[in-house]
């Protein structure tokens, strides 16, 4: 059953804090997607991973940075979040079609 | 660059009427198209996918029809559910293939 898994689910945070959000996926897909998602906004793209330490910046990388050391998993770090950094994030992966994770609901105080 | 529009940020209609949500794409090729649908508090899910072949998809009573003279790629189904509420994604793909293009999305609000 091809599964992405995002830890944790929920998560609240002080400003300047750091976060770490992890996803995994049992698919071997050599390509890996971090999102944020805002009412209004939709999908918004911020890293993209296309092999382990092989990441471009998407459409908003800034106050991010990734990390990717084994094909099946994908980190998302914020250093010293701040409180517009309060989203929903989903990671996904893909061959073509894209899978993604149930979401981590960050909230930034 | 790559662009999606879906002219609509709300659609509300009552069950058993026709759906038609739009989606109208720039590209500078001719891009795979893909609809995703996301429930409240899930994840977004793949609804439909163009095909290369001009043939139909269909899904869950869902269709879509890919119009390449008019970039369009509208969804469509014949008659509304309650469960079809959601949040609908319409996202081509750019020219590498491994990228979608997220819009903002249709919310569709099915009504008894």
């Known amino acids: 059953d091809m599964k992405v898994t995002q830890m944790p689910r929920y998560l609240i945070k002080r400003m300047g804090e750091n976060v770490l959000l992890e996803c995994g996926q049992d698919?071997?897909?050599?390509?890996m997607y971090w999102y944020r998602q805002d009412p209004g906004l939709g999908l918004q793209l911020i890293y993209i991973?296309?092999?382990?330490?092989?990441?471009s910046e998407g459409d908003i990388p800034k106050g991010y940075r990734v990390s990717r050391k084994k094909r099946e998993h994908f980190s998302l770090i914020l250093d010293s979040a701040k409180t517009n950094q309060t989203s929903v994030y989903f990671c996904?992966?893909?061959?073509?079609?894209?899978?993604f994770g149930p979401g981590t609901r960050l909230t930034v105080l | 660059g790559d662009s999606v529009t879906q002219t609509e940020g709300l659609v509300t209609l009552t069950e058993g009427l026709p759906v038609m949500l739009n989606c109208t794409y720039q590209?500078?090729?001719?891009?795979?198209l893909f609809w995703y649908v996301q429930h409240l508090n899930e994840a977004p899910k793949l609804l439909l996918k163009?095909?290369?072949?001009?043939k139909r998809p269909e899904h869950q009573g869902f269709h879509a029809t890919l119009h390449k003279s008019s970039s369009s790629f509208h969804l469509q189904k014949s008659s509304a559910q309650l469960s079809d509420s959601a949040l609908y994604y319409c996202?081509?793909?750019?020219?590498?293939?491994?990228?979608?293009?997220f819009g903002q999305g249709t919310i569709l609000k099915v009504y008894l």
């Open positions: 590209s500078t090729y001719s891009p795979f």
């Open positions: 996202a081509p793909a750019t020219s590498s293939g491994q990228k979608l293009v």
């Open positions: 991973s296309y092999d382990v330490d092989s990441n």
């Open positions: 698919m071997s897909h050599e390509t």
């Open positions: 163009s095909f290369t072949d001009n």
């Open positions: 996904a992966s893909s061959t073509y079609e894209q899978y």
